[in-house]
Structures are given as C-alpha cells and as structure tokens.
C-alpha cells in the first residue's frame, strides 16, 4: 500500500532553514509528481508545492517563492523540501503527497517557526 513519511521539522527561529524529506513507497514513485501540502493549527490543508516526475517544472504558491525549493531523488524515491527565511506564519503540519493525491496522508512533520 502507499506509505509516505515526513520528516525533518522542529523548531526554528524566524530566518532560519529546514529542510524536510518524504520517503515515498507502495507506487511507482519515478512516474508521479509530487505536491507538498501544510495544515496551520486552525486552518484548512493547504498546497505548497509541486514537482514534476522528472524535475523539469515545480509551482508554488505564492508565499513561499523565493524561499522554499522543491527537489527530489527518483533513485531514493524521497522528495524534499528545502525552507530558507522562515516566517512564523510558516508553522504547520508539512505533508507529501502525490498528484493526483492519494486519499492515505502520511502522519506529517511539524515545523515550528518562533523566536
């Protein structure tokens, strides 16, 4: 079955970096794009990013360019997300899915933005 695995969050001070990784398994990982999502304490899930199979395009929502890249590893079948100058208004659950999504979310990584 489809297991993705979040990992990388923590606490951060504002302007700080993370960098989270999702390690994918149960479908072919090298034919699917990949999204990453977040969930603020509150808020609905919300789409953050998204890379092609191959890498050739990624999207963002526009609060995030600039700051947050997207890049992954078909060898390792791991996306990632790297996040530089962090905001508080960042914190959230980060999760990975594929697009089209699947309906199995993975259990997430928090990311705490915070002085």
């Known amino acids: 079955q489809v297991q993705l695995v979040e990992s990388g969050g923590g606490l951060v001070q504002p302007g700080g970096s993370l960098r989270l990784s999702c390690a994918a398994s149960?479908?072919?990982?090298?034919?699917?794009?990949m999204s990453w999502y977040r969930q603020a304490p509150g808020k609905e899930r919300e789409f953050v990013t998204s890379i092609t199979s191959t890498s050739s395009s990624t999207t963002y929502v526009d609060s995030v360019k600039g700051r947050f890249t997207i890049s992954r590893d078909n060898a390792k079948n791991t996306v990632y997300l790297q996040m530089n100058s962090l905001k508080p208004d960042d914190t959230a659950v980060y999760y990975c899915?594929?697009?089209?999504?699947?309906?199995?979310w993975g259990q997430g990584t928090q990311v705490t933005v915070s002085s």
């Open positions: 149960g479908f072919t990982f090298s034919t699917k794009s």
């Open positions: 899915n594929a697009a089209p999504r699947f309906s199995a």
